[in-house]
């Protein structure tokens, strides 16, 4: 009788073996890293560029939202477009309505009109599905975890300090991903997926239109919203974690601030090479590496920070008195 307790901690650990709160941040990482390649390789490496990299996934939402044609075009390259040109007197003309490949990629900051044919239109509608029931429920769960993070993580700002090193640090994870909150609301409110893209399909390039200048200007201030969303966001969840009590930048605000700093580094140089302009969505391959890379290195640390936050005083078994947060009680 005296095995009875440790049978039933250890079946205890084994159904929770990761926190709730990581379960529920899952759902929207897999929804930010959604891409219509067939294979798991160039899945997985899609998930840990947008993981690497939140500009990356926070675009594609923002930017697309529920255009059926955008959102097919949006996988393509730019040598899959052209423009249709007119003669210029103050240059070699040439044939009004001739189609120029100008190896534009279409979207943020050279946004164009997309103009596919009828035929073309057809194959792209038949690239785009439903989400199902459970993509948009799983997505409300996501919702529901970083929602209770942000009110859980605010009221330990304001609390009192308490001496109790049993207690989950759980707020912090599903804070770091408050960046998802726009995906989160197209994906409930559109739901629609790009579920397969074969540009042979096409038999064309596809007629882009270059917008008027106004347009241009407002596609370039949205482009210029997310990257500043995608880049200070983040930054929240350090900024609560230092005024939980007792207040302080301890390790646990040091290691939010790695993958801030990781995070908000990479937007910033994926929004450059975006205004710089790029062929397609993958941008440079050595960007491309980066990026991936960078998400390995972010999945990891969050592996790490959801082993640390059940428990306190595992920073300090870890990393030393250095880590420890107690209060200081008189």
Request: glycine share 4%.
């Amino acid at each position: 009788m005296a095995s009875e307790p440790a049978l039933i901690t250890l079946i205890h650990r084994l159904q929770n073996p990761i926190p709730q709160f990581v379960l529920g941040t899952l759902p929207i990482l897999a929804i930010i890293g959604t891409t219509p390649h067939k294979k798991l390789l160039p899945k997985l490496l899609w998930f840990a560029r947008c993981l690497g990299c939140p500009f990356c996934g926070l675009f594609y939402f923002c930017c697309i939202e529920s255009n059926p044609i955008e959102m097919c075009s949006y996988w393509l390259e730019a040598k899959n477009f052209f423009i249709r040109t007119k003669g210029d007197n103050d240059s070699k003309a040439v044939e009004e309505g001739e189609k120029v490949r100008e190896l534009i990629w279409p979207f943020g900051n050279n946004s164009c009109t997309i103009k596919p044919t009828k035929s073309q239109e057809k194959i792209m509608n038949y690239w785009i599905s439903e989400a199902s029931l459970l993509d948009r429920l799983s997505a409300l769960s996501s919702l529901y975890y970083i929602s209770v993070g942000i009110f859980a993580g605010i009221s330990k700002a304001l609390s009192l300090c308490m001496d109790d090193n049993s207690v989950e640090d759980w707020p912090f994870i599903p804070l770091l991903f408050i960046w998802t909150l726009p995906a989160i609301n197209i994906r409930i409110k559109y739901g629609l997926v790009v579920n397969m893209v074969e540009p042979t399909d096409l038999k064309d390039e596809i007629e882009i239109e270059k917008h008027d200048l106004e347009k241009r200007k407002t596609s370039r201030n949205f482009t210029a919203i997310i990257a500043f969303i995608s880049i200070l966001l983040p930054w929240f969840a350090v900024i609560i974690a230092y005024f939980v009590p007792p207040v302080g930048f301890f390790c646990r605000s040091k290691f939010l601030t790695i993958i801030c700093t990781i995070w908000s580094l990479n937007c910033i140089i994926a929004y450059i090479s975006h205004v710089i302009g790029e062929k397609n969505v993958y941008g440079p391959d050595s960007l491309n590496i980066l990026f991936t890379i960078s998400g390995i290195v972010i999945a990891t640390s969050l592996i790490l920070l959801s082993i640390l936050s059940n428990k306190i005083s595992l920073w300090v078994t870890l990393f030393g008195s250095s880590c420890d947060v107690s209060c200081q009680l008189d």
